[in-house]
């Protein structure tokens, strides 16, 4: 990092804080070290590609009996680890019994037959499985597309046109996650809704983004985000004018997203996530454009499955990574270029039943 003006004596830090480029300080501590130059440093994490929907390469471990290896291992030595004949830690090996995403440092074409991850560790071929990334993308609102919306979140979804007699038939099916404009708010229990075209739909079948009431504690014209858990979907607004609409996949039973008014306080490039539920432990390694309001609750990218629209997670509020990456960078607190983290009071947000 770059260091502007000379130290800063303030409280809170053992040394001296030191103002940064192009915002923010850091505590000069033992930790911290000041240079003329920049020093050649080995690269813990490798430059983030902004323009990228996802920053790295990921994988999904697809044996439980996998290991990872801070060296590579003889071929022999791995053999006999997996038949038992060899102890793990002989071998500086940790097993994989759980659900593992790694991160890599290179696409897993090229990894044959060793996979290195961004940690340092290695992983053989033949245990990981490339991922499809989400093909959803959320809705930028203006005068083309506007509120209420429609977004279908199912394989194939049926569209009907009303006959001459004013029955429904089938006309064709909509893509998944396709988005539509609807004439008008359907009334509640409607079992259909009208698209601006004239089709239309069976109201399960849709998720319904409608317009919301700003807050009282946002300030007029602030930029604020609305997570309607109902109907799974999330909605950036500029004081009172929706701008931005997409599905999410919030927490699934006994693990509810909590509701009400947060501020982003801290946000993450990447950051790796674990812990154990009910299937045991679990891993997933450089969770993309992570946004922090109430740790251990975020919003972030989830590029290890393909369900928005439909409750899936932990208790965060999962994304498409193209959705996440889009909100990272037009909420605040901002993240500089070459920063992976800044922390500060940033967007409000808001969780509703």
Known sequence: MRVRGAPEVKRGCPGRWLSLHPTGFICKDEAVTVAATAPALRQILPP????????????????????????????????????????????AARPLEGTYFLALTEPLAQAAPWAETLEGNFVHQEVLAPLERSKLSGAPLGKQVTLPLAFTYDRATPVYQRDTEGTLTPAHAARRYARVTLRDLPPPGAPYVETRDGYWLAREDIRLVSRAERPQEVPEGALWIDVDLSEQTLTLY????????????????????????????????????????????????????AMFYDAPYAIHGAYWHDNFGQKQSHGCTNLAPRDARWLFANTSPETPEGWHLAIDKGTWIRFRS
């Open 48 to 91: 983030v590609d902004r323009t990228r929907d996802v920053p790295f390469e990921y994988v999904r471990v697809t044996s439980r009996k996998a290991y990872r290896f801070r060296r590579i291992p003889s071929p022999a030595a791995r053999a006999a680890l997996l038949a038992g004949e060899r102890n793990a830690r002989d071998l």
């Open 238 to 289: 500029q004081g009172d004018t929706p701008v931005y609409a997409t599905l999410v996949s919030t927490g699934v039973e006994g693990r509810a997203t909590p509701t009400g008014l947060f501020q982003l306080k801290y946000k993450h490039l990447s950051t790796t996530m674990r812990g154990t539920d009910e299937a045991g432990p679990y891993e997933v390694q450089e969770v993309p454009w």
